[in-house]
């Protein structure tokens, strides 16, 4: 049996300004990078068995990644996959705007110049069976909310307003055994 553990990126600007962050390069708050030392901090004293971080190459989520590496020791490596989900026309929007609520209910939707759930599901689950056949090996995904969305579908049966409604907190730390 193996183990996957996941986290969101720290803080950003945008999320203080409940904004949709999307694949546009948002950095951290000064409480992201505060968030990421303490989560590398616990990961380190409950002495966790990762053996890599693989990170979304935006900011937020590279700063997060290097961060925990440097409280914990452990190597981290970009991964082009786990980039957040380009949410086209209303990257920059409220978070809680009724029509993309509505829209993102909608599994096909490109949001006209972005990514449907359905193209994020499918890089996100090619790399989870990549790394679930790696059954000796023990990952942290250090990446986005729309990513935490698609890495738990992959574990956890979800009807489709539960993974458009689904969420995790800034840091927050989530382990999948497979």
């Known amino acids: 049996m193996g183990t996957l553990y996941f986290t969101r990126h720290g803080q950003t600007f945008w999320n203080v300004e409940n904004k949709i962050c999307g694949c546009t390069d948002i950095g951290l708050t000064e409480l992201g990078h505060e968030q990421a030392e303490e989560l590398g901090r616990q ?3 409950q002495q966790l068995e990762i053996d890599a971080i693989l990170y979304s ?3 937020r989520a590279a700063d997060t990644a290097r961060h925990i590496s440097e409280m914990t020791g452990i ?6 996959r786990l980039r957040e989900q380009n ?8 978070r809680d705007g009724a029509a993309f609520l509505e829209a993102k209910k909608q599994f096909v939707n490109r949001f006209e110049t972005g990514e449907s759930m ?3 599901c499918q890089r996100i689950y090619n790399l989870l069976d990549e790394v679930c ?5 023990t990952y942290l995904l250090v990446a986005h909310n ?5 890495v738990c579908s992959y574990f956890v049966d979800m009807p489709n307003d539960a ?3 689904y969420g995790i907190r800034n840091c927050e730390l989530c382990r999948y055994d497979f």
């Open 133 to 137: 056949a790696q059954e000796d090996q």
């Open 118 to 120: 359905l193209q994020l």
């Open 146 to 150: 729309g990513i935490a969305r698609a």
């Open 87 to 94: 949410f086209g026309k209303f990257e920059g929007t409220p």
């Open 57 to 59: 190459p935006l900011q």
């Open 75 to 80: 190597a981290c490596y970009p991964e082009e």
């Open 163 to 165: 993974y458009s409604a």
């Open 43 to 45: 990961i380190a004293q």
